[in-house]
């Protein structure tokens, strides 16, 4: 009797070890339900957990779903697949290699669709999209200026391989330079006339309330040129040995100096430190041009004067935006780079005694006037990173060979409509939210909406999401699919102090960083790997030694030191991958 | 007299494979997921070292990617930095080879001379507990400990060191010091349970009899102890030399920076950076370098294997 007992609690325990591991097995058919259609979607990053946990919950989502989609007018349900967070890149690389991948993909990070389409990836959706998606096709002839970018040139024939999310304008960024305008205004003085700046908040309970009368040696109330900085040094010097900051510095850079994306090194007379294309059109390599010297002479002569963080180069982990957060959230750095939520009096949340009454203003990279010869000098940075006028590409897979992909189709093509355009950037209007009585507009304090209309028929984001850091404005909105991002017709409730600060950080256009745009998009998988083989070598060689140009064991102004740099520099090759972009930088456009 | 002494060794008869499965078949059945489970992890992906040998590409698969032959090990052995990889490898190879591998054993041999049970115990539960912290945490403990605000670079102020960050000094052998003790720290009371038991198993009527003859504890600590666990230690040295050439480096990946490039990056930091940096995805590179340094590695565990045999030391294999 005992031993049978043995067998069985055995057999019970080994079942149950087999169910468990099989339970993982097989993808969850989310919600399906009664769906006449189902699809799957991989999308590089999903839902706020704080809000809810799985994409399908998304309430602009699932008011889209209730509708009937196609010709035969069929409901469908979608099943997403999202990477877990900061693994988006692994997750795409195992899915493409293993082959079992969904039926769309969010382009955000995949190969080329030329190398797509070639590897029999993504399906040709040429007659497709004018067949199924009349909102998309009526966008872009109204649009010839972007038209061009819906089509993939595959041996002379227009091909349309991907849908693109467009953006009805150029929309602010996310982060920016900030300075400690609070210091500027209470230590410094008119460069004129050398009478003390008075400045404050006029509203002790709003962040955007400062007002002061800030003047720069350049002349107006914002720092424009290298001068005006170097100005604010001083300054801040001031300010943190009146207030007993030991620890503190002036300025905060990205741990090798530069960004590959150009930024600051645009500010010495345009370009990126790595590949760009000149206004004449020509590509260029940066990183051996005297613009780049003069940027290495600044930061050098900013180091030995003590300005720049003497530990910028151990701060290899910090995100470009969030460098040494910890002593700039305490109020000890005078200018770095930072996001919007850090502006106004933002950081004044009692983190240290140094950001009582602190007040950060966004300022534009800088121009230079001072380092390097004349080629440096007065010129508007050029190589920057912004929103374009389209967005992510989605493709539709051979996976999804033999589904219904007119209904698939039509649904995509309803947020190229006004309706599922809010729905895309904004999420329900109050209407929406009395209809479906959605819990998580609820629970959040939108029971008006996400939005509402004003007079002139523009939206005015509701009041609960101007406050929003951004996670619940995520949550409410269907970003994660194909469809026009409004920008120019939404009213973000900025005040005017914030706008401000935020129209300078876009104050100066992109004209000649490529990177990610159609230009290195479309060449083949081989020119790619190539490339990058080349930039990951340059990468390195430059992260490793641009500091210490900086930090004065090598010297910038010295010709040796600069004329073995450039050596080294043409050693890898670069000159090879300047001859492999420029067909594309003839072809396409930067964005 | 003489032939009856000798052992008679009795075979045991030979079962055909069915009989034998049919009579020990719930031994089958406990030994089948432990050979799946090799099967499909350990020898299934040896497919994937073609990659080393092919131009490869995610898109086009194992088989649809262009062979290269060995242009990927040409390039490994090219690049600029890989013999600076190679020698940083080779230097904290050797060290978690001599002074990370004796101190499990010294370790070990203070353990047994502890006469208190309680305080043994409690003392190996301790030094247990460091290997069950992930390496992303001992690395950020690591980091804070060492930065210039750190609580062991104001304790090393006291002694008259300058106050920096310590991970970011480049000098030789600041980083290699700072790994090795890491490891040490973590691995010591993990790395020593071989030694333990060994140690345990060690007859008692050998320290008695000793003890009886005048032999005091550390006598007996040599001439006992030690040779009666050598031929463990040289299982663990030979398994040891293979392994330290592969395996640990993820670590540095967390603690370097361009700055101590020049002594923390090894042959594992080197392709990484190569193979995955800055939007390359060179896998055949990558495929490449682990190959060579598995190559590497089974050439030092065989050699030492060898040279252990032919010392008359006891063998794996």
């Known amino acids: ?591 | 007299m003489a032939a009856k002494a000798k052992a008679v060794k009795v075979a045991a008869p030979k079962l055909s494979w069915k009989r034998d499965f049919q009579r020990n078949w719930p031994v089958y059945v406990l030994f089948l997921p432990a050979f799946l489970y090799t099967l499909v992890l350990n020898y299934t992906p040896l497919v994937g070292l073609l990659m080393a040998f092919e131009n490869y590409s995610q898109a086009r698969g194992l088989f649809g990617s262009q062979w290269v032959g060995f242009q990927n090990f040409i390039d490994l052995f090219t690049g600029e930095e890989f013999f600076r990889a190679l020698k940083n490898t080779v230097i904290i190879s050797t060290l978690k080879c001599t002074i990370g591998f004796i101190m499990p054993i010294g370790f070990a041999l203070v353990l047994s001379l502890v006469r208190n049970k309680k305080f043994k115990r409690i003392t190996q539960t301790f030094s247990y507990m460091p290997n069950f912290i992930a390496a992303v945490v001992v690395v950020a403990l690591v980091q804070n400990f060492l930065s210039d605000h750190g609580a062991i670079t104001m304790l090393l102020a006291k002694f008259g060191l300058p106050v920096q960050n310590w991970l970011a000094n480049p000098d030789v052998p600041v980083f290699w010091v700072i790994y090795l003790v890491m490891g040490i720290w973590q691995g010591l009371g993990w790395g020593s349970i071989m030694y333990v038991s060994a140690i345990a198993t060690v007859s008692g009527d050998l320290h008695e009899a000793a003890a009886i003859d005048g032999a005091t504890r550390m006598q007996r600590l040599f001439k006992i102890t030690l040779p009666c666990i050598r031929p463990m230690i040289v299982m663990m040295f030979v398994i040891g030399v293979g392994i330290n050439f592969i395996a640990g480096f993820d670590t540095i990946l967390l603690m370097y920076m361009p700055s101590t490039y020049e002594v923390a990056d090894t042959l594992y930091t080197y392709t990484y950076r190569m193979a995955f940096a800055a939007g390359a995805s060179n896998y055949g590179l990558s495929t490449a370098s682990g190959l060579f340094q598995s190559i590497v590695a089974t050439t030092l565990l065989v050699g030492s294997n060898a040279i252990s045999r032919k010392m008359g030391e006891s063998s794996l294999f």
């Open chain 1, 1 to 591: 009797m005992k031993k049978t007992l043995k067998r069985v609690f055995g057999a019970v325990l080994g079942t149950t070890m087999a169910m468990s591991l099989l339970a993982g097995c097989g993808g969850g058919d989310g919600t399906s339900g009664n769906a006449d259609e189902t699809y799957t979607m991989w999308i590089y990053s999903g839902q706020d957990a704080a809000y809810y946990l799985d994409y399908e919950e998304n309430p602009a989502l699932q008011y889209a779903l209730q509708k009937k989609y196609g010709p035969d007018e069929k409901s469908l349900a979608i099943d997403f697949w999202v990477p877990p967070s900061g693994s988006a890149a692994d997750n795409y690389s195992t899915m493409m290699g293993s082959g079992d991948y969904p039926d769309v993909i969010d382009g955000s990070i995949s190969d080329a669709p030329t190398v797509m389409y070639e590897t029999g990836q993504i399906m040709d959706l040429t007659e497709l999209i004018p067949q199924y998606m009349p909102n998309y096709m009526k966008y872009l002839e109204e649009h010839p200026e972007i038209e061009h970018k819906a089509y993939v040139d595959i041996d002379g024939e227009k091909k349309m391989l991907f849908i693109r999310t467009m953006n009805e304008d150029r929309d602010y960024t996310y982060s920016g330079v900030e300075y400690r305008r609070d210091w500027i205004a209470k230590y410094g003085t008119n460069p004129e006339t050398g009478e003390a700046f008075s400045g404050e908040f006029t509203d002790e309970d709003d962040p955007d309330s400062w007002v002061d009368d800030v003047v720069f040696p350049s002349g107006g109330s914002d720092p424009i040129y290298i001068s005006d900085w170097e100005w604010m040094f001083e300054i801040f010097d001031k300010a943190m040995e009146a207030e007993g900051i030991t620890d503190g510095y002036c300025l905060s850079v990205y741990y090798p100096g530069f960004t590959w994306n150009g930024d600051f090194t645009s500010s010495f007379g345009g370009g990126s430190p790595l590949w760009y294309e000149d206004l004449d059109g020509k590509v260029q390599f940066g990183a051996d041009k005297p613009q780049f010297r003069a940027l290495m002479q600044c930061l050098n002569t900013w180091y030995k004067k003590g300005w720049l963080d003497q530990s910028f180069n151990q701060r290899t982990s910090d995100a470009h935006y969030a460098i040494d957060d910890t002593t700039t959230r305490q109020g000890k750095v005078g200018l770095w780079v930072g996001l919007e939520s850090q502006l106004g009096g933002r950081m004044d949340v009692g983190a240290s005694e140094y950001t009582e009454g602190i007040c950060s203003y966004g300022a534009p990279w800088p121009i230079n006037d001072v380092y390097g010869d004349e080629s440096c000098k007065n010129v508007e940075p050029n190589a920057v990173e912004y929103t374009g006028l389209t967005g992510t590409t989605w493709y539709i897979t051979t996976a999804a060979e033999g589904k219904d992909l007119g209904t698939l189709l039509s649904f995509f093509d309803y947020f190229y409509t006004e309706e599922g355009a809010l729905l895309k950037s904004l999420g329900l209007s109050k209407e929406q939210v009395e209809e479906t009585q959605n819990q998580i507009y609820l629970d959040n304090g939108l029971e008006n909406g996400a939005y509402s209309v004003k007079e002139d028929g523009t939206y005015l984001l509701d009041p609960v999401l101007q406050k929003d850091s951004g996670g619940l404005a995520k949550a409410a909105a269907f970003t994660m699919v194909p469809g026009i991002t409004l920008v120019s017709s939404v009213d973000k409730g900025y005040a005017e102090n914030y706008e401000h600060s935020k129209a300078l950080w876009t104050l100066y256009p992109n004209k000649t960083f490529f990177q990610g745009s159609d230009v290195t998009s479309y060449m083949t998988e081989e020119e790619t790997k190539n490339n990058g083989n080349i930039h990951a070598k340059i990468l390195d060689y430059m992260t490793v030694n641009a500091p210490n140009f900086i930090m004065g064991k090598t010297d910038p102004y010295d010709d040796g030191d600069w004329n073995d740099w450039c050596k080294m520099l043409e050693k890898y090759g670069y000159a090879k991958v300047n001859d492999v972009i420029q067909p594309y930088a003839d072809k396409y456009e930067i964005d």
